[in-house]
């Protein structure tokens, strides 16, 4: 493909129109850019709207003559606007305009895998079984959601190489949370309670707040040069009083922890625990089972392997994996299977109690369900295979164009650095403003902390190539702009709903007035 960006050349693939020289097509079809302009519409808040005596429906003429409330109930009426019908769907239709999903497009966004979701699964967890089934009634009449929870967590365990699973924790973090938890529970059963847990420098930003609500002192440990932790780090850091460690594996730079399980013996060896974080399972389903290679308790992000809709506040799902002598920790009430069906049961004394109201966000667990039985174990398997692909595919492709600080074969997801554009004075987020002009959404910046500049980039499984192509050229494009046209990235986005804001006041000054 030819980017070069002499404007008025129509031979190029792009070239650019407006004070913001936003790409448009000029190519062929395979080629053309996904972003435009296009017809944005502003659209003010409903008050502003609303015009006295407007309404969108007509009720029928009251037979009952009014009768005023007795002073103590009477109330001012809400301040709500007067709106026409047409004036209420357009404005929801605008603002749906606005907004930018997995559904819209690509959604590059590293370490979260924002992976498409399939319909079906929405339509399994909005079934009047499912979605009516009240948490107050009694097990006799639960019995097809309490089977659907026991399997699934019987899936779980046999993806994970676990031995027992709770579905209760509400999040990813919610799940570290629970997990470290049940590592506390654990060594005070024991009679002597430890005092730190060791955090790698790659382990995800949520793990050391975890460990540190837990009661314990998280301990960093610093990567070797391919970016994972040696074996020496760990053992020179391992000590009598340390509880163990949580490794994120895959690490925030997307490679694996190859020497997870001559850690697992070092840290077993002196009494520890290993917690995995499952958040980035997603590069090894079917492949790898954390269980089998030292992992004594994990957390899983539903909403991010297991394809169930991913942001917007939630709602999540992070069931907690251990291995057998560790499940009498885990919260209840506990899902069982007698010979009359399956039955709630809280007779666990050494459980670290109930983590979440009722059974846990059971709509997600639905989803995830419906996944893994539309996906079977091949195909899950695949899935992983073709995240590990798509990533690596990018890595390839643009390393050169953008610096790749540990060059090694990533799994799902790849780390670039800002590094080649300092010299023209652009830098990662000038470059993630871009890229929405050129209709992408950006990936993740700045994280892991441990890569200056970090540009993180994970495609998932559900990107075509096609798609994957455009997005690379549009990087492309991008890097030869911040060559030749610095200023034109330090005004980005120009052509968005939301132009440039001032990020450095916002973070010092922000407005929490709502």
């Given at each position: 493909?030819?980017?070069?960006?002499t404007d008025?050349?129509?031979?190029?693939?792009?070239?650019h129109?407006?004070?913001g020289?936003?790409?448009?097509?000029?190519?062929?079809?395979?080629n053309?850019?996904?972003?435009?302009?296009?017809?944005?519409?502003?659209?003010?808040?409903l008050?502003?709207?609303?015009?006295?005596?407007?309404?969108g429906?007509?009720?029928?003429?009251?037979?009952?003559?009014?009768?005023?409330?007795?002073?103590?109930?009477?109330?001012?009426?809400?301040?709500?606007?007067?709106?026409?019908?047409?004036?209420?769907?357009?404005?929801?239709?605008?603002?749906?305009?606005?907004?930018f999903?997995?559904?819209?497009?690509?959604?590059?966004?590293?370490?979260?895998?924002?992976?498409?979701?399939p319909?079906?699964?929405?339509?399994?967890a909005?079934l009047?079984?499912?979605?009516?089934?009240?948490?107050?009634?009694?097990?006799?009449?639960?019995?097809?959601?309490l089977?659907?929870?026991?399997?699934?967590?019987q899936?779980?365990?046999?993806?994970?190489?676990?031995?027992?699973?709770t579905?209760?924790?509400?999040?990813?973090?919610?799940?570290?949370?629970?997990?470290?938890?049940?590592?506390?529970?654990?060594?005070?059963?024991?009679g002597?309670?430890r005092?730190?847990?060791?955090?790698?420098?790659?382990a995800?930003?949520?793990n050391?707040?975890?460990?540190?609500?837990?009661g314990?002192?998280?301990?960093?440990?610093?990567?070797n040069?391919?970016?994972?932790?040696?074996?020496?780090?760990?053992?020179?850091?391992?000590?009598?009083?340390?509880?163990?460690?949580?490794v994120?594996?895959?690490?925030?730079?997307?490679?694996?922890?190859?020497?997870?399980?001559?850690?697992?013996?070092?840290?077993?060896?002196?009494?520890?625990?290993v917690?995995?974080?499952?958040?980035?399972?997603?590069?090894?389903?079917?492949i790898?089972?954390?269980?089998?290679?030292?992992?004594?308790?994990?957390?899983l992000?539903l909403?991010k392997?297991?394809?169930?809709?991913?942001?917007?506040?939630?709602?999540?799902?992070?069931?907690?994996?251990?291995?057998?002598?560790?499940?009498?920790?885990?919260?209840?009430?506990r899902?069982?299977?007698?010979?009359?069906?399956?039955?709630?049961?809280?007779?666990?004394?050494?459980?670290i109690?109930k983590?979440m109201?009722?059974?846990?966000?059971?709509?997600?667990?639905?989803?995830?369900?419906?996944y893994?039985?539309?996906?079977?174990?091949?195909?899950?398997?695949?899935?992983?295979?073709?995240?590990?692909?798509?990533?690596?595919?990018?890595?390839?492709?643009?390393?050169?164009?953008?610096?790749?600080?540990?060059?090694?074969?990533?799994?799902h997801?790849?780390?670039?650095?800002d590094?080649?554009?300092?010299?023209?004075k652009?830098?990662?987020?000038?470059?993630?403003?871009?890229?929405?002009?050129?209709?992408?959404?950006?990936?993740?910046?700045?994280?892991?902390?441990?890569?200056?500049?970090?540009?993180?980039?994970?495609?998932?499984?559900t990107?075509?190539?096609?798609?994957?192509?455009?997005?690379?050229?549009?990087?492309?494009?991008?890097?030869?702009?911040?060559?030749?046209?610095?200023?034109?990235?330090?005004?980005?986005?120009k052509?968005?709903?939301?132009?440039r804001?001032?990020?450095?006041?916002?973070?010092?000054k922000?407005?929490?007035?709502g």
């Open positions: 493909m030819n980017l070069r960006f008025g050349n129509e031979n190029n693939l792009f070239r129109s407006g004070e020289r936003n790409p448009v097509f000029t190519g062929d079809i395979m053309e850019p996904v972003g435009t302009t296009g017809l944005i519409l502003n659209e003010p808040l008050w502003e709207k609303g015009k006295k005596g407007r309404a429906f007509s009720f029928p003429r009251s037979d009952v003559e009014p009768s005023p409330l007795p002073p103590e109930l009477a109330c001012e009426c809400p301040d709500l606007p007067d709106l026409s019908e047409v004036d209420v769907a357009r404005h929801y239709t605008r603002l749906s305009q606005w907004n999903g997995v559904d819209t497009g690509m959604y590059p966004l590293g370490s979260c895998t924002m992976k498409y979701s319909k079906t699964n929405e339509r399994q909005s009047p079984g499912f979605a009516c089934a009240h948490p107050l009634l009694p097990a006799a009449l639960s019995q097809g959601v089977r659907m929870m026991f399997e699934l967590e899936y779980l365990a046999e993806i994970t190489g676990m031995d027992a699973v579905l209760q924790p509400s999040a990813g973090a919610h799940g570290e949370l629970a997990g470290m938890l049940v590592v506390h529970a654990y060594h005070k059963g024991k002597v309670q005092k730190k847990i060791i955090v790698p420098d790659t995800h930003g949520t050391p707040a975890s460990v540190a609500l837990c314990y002192q998280p301990v960093a440990a610093e990567l040069d391919h970016g994972i932790l040696s074996v020496e780090s760990i053992d020179r850091i391992m000590d009598e009083d340390t509880a163990g460690i949580m994120t594996n895959p690490n925030t730079l997307g490679l694996f922890e190859e020497n997870i399980r001559r850690i697992a013996d070092v840290i077993h060896s002196k009494g520890g625990l917690y995995c974080d499952g958040a980035n399972m997603n590069a090894v389903m079917g790898v089972k954390m269980g089998q290679i030292g992992a004594d308790v994990m957390h992000n909403h392997t297991f394809s169930t809709p991913h942001g917007g506040g939630g709602p999540g799902s992070g069931p907690v994996c251990v291995k057998k002598f560790l499940e009498p920790f885990l919260p209840v009430p899902i069982i299977k007698g010979k009359s069906g399956y039955a709630l049961s809280s007779d666990y004394p050494q459980s109690g983590v109201a009722f059974h846990g966000n059971v709509g997600v667990m639905i989803k995830a369900y419906s893994i039985l539309s996906m079977g174990p091949e195909n899950l398997k695949k899935a992983s295979h073709l995240a590990v692909l798509n990533a690596n595919y990018i890595k390839e492709k643009l390393k050169g164009t953008l610096h790749l600080p540990y060059d090694r074969p990533c799994m997801e790849c780390v670039f650095s590094k080649n554009q300092e010299p023209y652009v830098a990662t987020i000038d470059m993630a403003k871009r890229l929405m002009e050129y209709g992408f959404h950006p990936p993740t910046c700045y994280f892991p902390l441990v890569v200056h500049g970090a540009i993180m980039i994970e495609p998932t499984e990107e075509s190539k096609e798609d994957i192509d455009r997005f690379i050229e549009a990087f492309k494009a991008i890097a030869q702009e911040a060559e030749e046209s610095p200023s034109l990235l330090h005004d980005a986005p052509a968005c709903k939301v132009k804001l001032d990020e450095v006041t916002a973070a010092r922000p407005c929490l007035a």
